[in-house]
């Protein structure tokens, strides 16, 4: 199976904040800049899954008269945290994150290793579908990248949890990931 991973435009949010789950919109420039940076590296008439936050919704809608909207991809949620400055989140809460990355729950909400588990669903749904020699394109979130990427490559989502979490994301907004 082949994926064509593909981050989300910029949002419009201010640096420096937390917004994992939180729906944001994309301005709408921005959004032409990246389908035109975009159209010449995508092939034709590829099915295109989603993560259904506006921020990838937007572009999958552009990409795809069919996009398919799977809550799977959604980002990890942040619970209080959400749309607050990572500066003003208290020193001592994110060392209780970093001393355990997979199973702390940041903001009280989600934890890396439920994610991972609900990318590898996604993950394993989606194989049975395209089988083995199957494409696709899948618009969605750093965090769902980085997971997705360890899934593919056969980790489980404990391990997933653990590679995701220890390694800082380089994925620019409107970036491709090609998965063989």
Not at 56 to 79: H, K, Q, Y
Not at 82 to 91: F, V
Not at 113 to 119: F, G, K, N, P, V
Not at 122 to 141: K, M, N, S, T
């Amino acid at each position: 199976m082949r994926l064509i991973l593909v981050r989300h435009p910029k949002p419009l949010v201010d640096p420096g904040i937390c917004y994992g789950s939180t729906d944001l919109e994309v301005a709408p420039a921005q959004l032409e800049r990246t389908l035109a940076e975009l159209a010449p590296q995508l092939p034709a008439g590829l099915p295109v899954y989603a993560s259904p936050l506006s921020r990838c919704a937007g572009l999958a809608a552009r990409l795809s008269d069919t996009p398919i909207f799977d809550a799977r991809l959604v980002e990890m949620d942040f619970g209080s945290w959400e749309m607050r400055a990572w500066d003003d989140i208290p020193r001592a809460d994110i060392d209780a994150w970093a001393a355990d990355l997979p199973n702390h729950r940041p903001g009280g909400a989600e934890n890396v290793l439920e994610m991972a588990t609900r990318i590898a669903a996604f993950h394993a749904d989606l194989q049975r579908q395209l089988g083995g020699d199957g494409e696709a394109i899948i618009v969605c979130h750093a965090g769902a990248m980085r997971l997705l990427s360890a899934c593919h490559a056969g980790l489980a989502p404990p391990e997933m949890a653990l590679q995701a979490a220890r390694a800082p994301h380089h994925i620019a907004y409107g970036a491709t990931l090609a998965l063989a």
